[in-house]
């Protein structure tokens, strides 16, 4: 993640003030909450994650604020605290908060602005001292335009939003997948990259970022026999042929570019590149003139 980007987050959830981290899908939002909690002076209080994605529509209320016994057909006859209560005392993680139901959006706001919680069904309000995590891979800004988000919600949360890039903005992802791989045990058993997957892993943009590239680290390891080096042939089929259907276009579109550095001149970029015109012409998908 960017340098400072951690202990920015720390601070302000330190200072109670709501963390709200943006990425796309699988940039590690989960992680980055979870180690902000271990890092902080509530890392032995409770911890409680609820992905609003997640659980059906007309759940997540009951899920969220608890219930009284008998509240709704179908509650449990003892009731149930709810997330928000479990949390009290430490850190609350509300993931995918872009897809909250718009009208549960009011009640947090009720609940983050009063510091008390009322369970469904009635009952006295409960105090409540919790610090917050959100994370989303929506345009909250967009979706408070579109009437999706509620502007005053977006506002209570929006103090200093964190956004974690996407993998394929992170720099060397070949020295990344060897971090994750030393992490796994890949080192203890003998197991290595060989130079081919290595130019692959850093060529690819990983459209499911940190999650994608973990999740295929662990399934080679599982499969791979100690003492192994895993090479391209190794990766699943589908993954191969998007690999290298990524690596033409990349390639391609380098030759047009250079193609027109060199004002046109077909001789010349193929000189430069080291290949016959005819050839440069064809990866280009013309004809030669």
């Not at 939002?29 to 994650?49: Q, T, Y």
């Amino acid at each position: 993640m960017p340098d400072g980007l951690f202990s920015t987050a720390l601070k302000l959830l330190e200072a109670d003030i709501p963390v709200l981290i943006l990425g796309e899908t699988g940039t590690g939002k989960d992680r980055l909450a979870r180690a902000l909690h271990a890092a902080g002076s509530r890392r032995g209080a409770p911890f409680v994650a609820v992905n609003c994605a997640a659980i059906p529509e007309g759940l997540i209320e009951a899920e969220l604020f608890g219930y009284q016994p008998g509240a709704y057909t179908g509650a449990s006859r003892q009731g149930s605290k709810g997330r928000l209560r479990e949390a009290d005392g430490g850190v609350l993680f509300l993931d995918e908060i872009g897809d909250m139901p718009p009208g549960l959006q009011a009640r947090l706001l009720r609940t983050l602005q009063e510091r008390e919680v009322t369970p469904l069904g009635g009952g006295p309000a409960q105090r409540l001292d919790i610090r917050l995590i959100c994370a989303t891979h929506r345009d909250l800004r967009a979706r408070v335009d579109d009437g999706g988000f509620r502007a005053d919600l977006y506002y209570r949360l929006c103090h200093y939003p964190l956004s974690l890039p996407p993998l394929r903005e992170r720099g060397d992802i070949a020295a990344i997948a060897q971090t994750m791989l030393d992490g796994m045990g890949a080192a203890r058993r003998g197991i290595s990259l060989e130079p081919k997957l290595v130019l692959a892993i850093r060529g690819y943009r990983w459209p499911g970022n940190l999650r994608e590239l973990s999740n295929l680290l662990a399934t080679l390891l599982a499969l791979a026999d100690d003492g192994a080096a895993l090479g391209v042939e190794h990766l699943p089929a589908a993954l191969r042929e998007d690999m290298a259907a990524q690596g033409h276009a990349v390639e391609d579109s380098a030759i047009a570019d250079l193609l027109r550095r060199c004002g046109g001149n077909a001789s010349a970029a193929a000189r430069a590149l080291g290949i016959s015109r005819s050839t440069l012409y064809r990866r280009l998908g013309k004809t030669p003139r």
